[in-house]
């Protein structure tokens, strides 16, 4: 499925596809300012008369607040252009409960009105006899909570279903531990895993496929191992963006089924001429740039623009057969390149 590293012509990106879909965190802001040059650049790919879909593995908040969030940017968003972990968790417990069901929430406002929505009892103890638990991130969880949950799961046969399992979230100040960690100290004290519907999984990418009645989707990400993997995973072209938490260092490094076919500096490019890319005997060549492997050495046999070097060197090290970290890479690959 992954299209990056075969000889191409110079289309963009988005090329073809009917919907846009996006990661938010990472990709269109980070803590609580835009990313430069992602409202403008979104401005205008629907202006153009591209669906834009935003869907985010983040499951503290409810999709009318995702969405006027990013009205405050400039863009133009509706609510039901917003799909969010709790809403494919949602869809994941109607497809295993009868409705009314009882369900232990251990999350925040944005799953908790997510389940009520869909017509469950949601009960705040495991003494309620809950036929579900579902766990997503909440900046208030504590202690308590993920004891109440474990109490509740302590019955091998009650369906356990998280929202997603990121380790890690970007915030304004930095990156914080995500619900993977919350998930992690619940699995420690059960000895069980939940099934889960957010990013990587595929119930988030279907539920959102669903929502637009998308024929060829497109979705860009700023994390491999969730993002990228997960749109693998769903038979969906990807690009990764290199604005929010992977960059050079862990691009190059990426296992074979989190590799994006396309890489990108920022949102712009969605909609520029995606440079040629093809395999010579002198290496891997991405627009002016080639680079090789020899041996253990990544090295660069033709200079070009920064972004189009890095995109020749994840080719040369994915197609070299040894993993990144046993290669002696150049410190200017693991920079981010500049624009």
């Known amino acids: 499925m992954v299209a990056f590293g075969r000889r191409r012509e110079q289309r963009a990106p988005l090329d073809g596809a009917d919907v846009l879909l996006l990661d938010l965190d990472g990709v269109v802001y980070r803590g609580k300012h835009a990313i430069p040059h992602a409202v403008d650049a979104l401005t205008a790919i629907a202006a153009d008369g591209t669906r834009v879909g935003y869907i985010t593995n983040n499951a503290s908040r409810r999709p009318e607040t995702v969405a006027e969030q990013l009205r405050g940017y400039g863009l133009q968003v509706g609510t039901d252009q917003v799909v969010t972990s709790p809403q494919a968790a949602v869809r994941m417990l109607g497809e295993r409960l009868p409705a009314g069901a009882r369900v232990l929430v251990i999350g925040g406002d944005g799953l908790t009105t997510a389940v009520e929505g869909a017509g469950f009892a949601v009960v705040t103890s495991a003494d309620d006899a809950p036929d579900a638990v579902v766990q997503g991130f909440s900046p208030d969880l504590g202690w308590k909570d993920l004891a109440e949950a474990s109490f509740a799961l302590a019955d091998p046969d009650r369906l356990w279903v998280a929202t997603n399992t990121d380790w890690t979230i970007p915030v304004e100040r930095g990156i914080a531990p995500g619900n993977g960690t919350l998930v992690s100290a619940v699995h420690s004290a059960v000895g069980r895993l939940p099934v889960v519907a957010g990013k990587p999984e595929r119930p988030l990418f279907d539920t959102a496929v669903e929502r637009f009645g998308a024929g060829s989707p497109f979705f860009v990400g700023d994390r491999l191992d969730t993002d990228i993997a997960g749109a693998n995973a769903a038979g969906m072209p990807s690009a990764l963006v290199l604005t929010g938490i992977d960059g050079p ?27 040629e890319v093809r395999e010579t005997r002198d290496g891997h060549r991405v627009g002016d740039a080639v680079v090789r492997v020899r041996g253990r050495a990544v090295e660069i046999a033709r200079d070009g623009d920064p972004l189009d070097v890095l995109r020749a060197a994840a080719l040369a090290v994915w197609g070299s057969g040894t993993t990144a970290y046993a290669l002696d890479i150049p410190g200017a690959l693991l920079e981010p390149p500049v624009r």
């Open 249 to 275: 260092k862990q691009l190059l490094a990426a296992p074979e089924q989190a590799r994006p076919p396309f890489v990108l500096a920022d949102l712009r490019g969605l909609t520029e001429p995606y440079p």
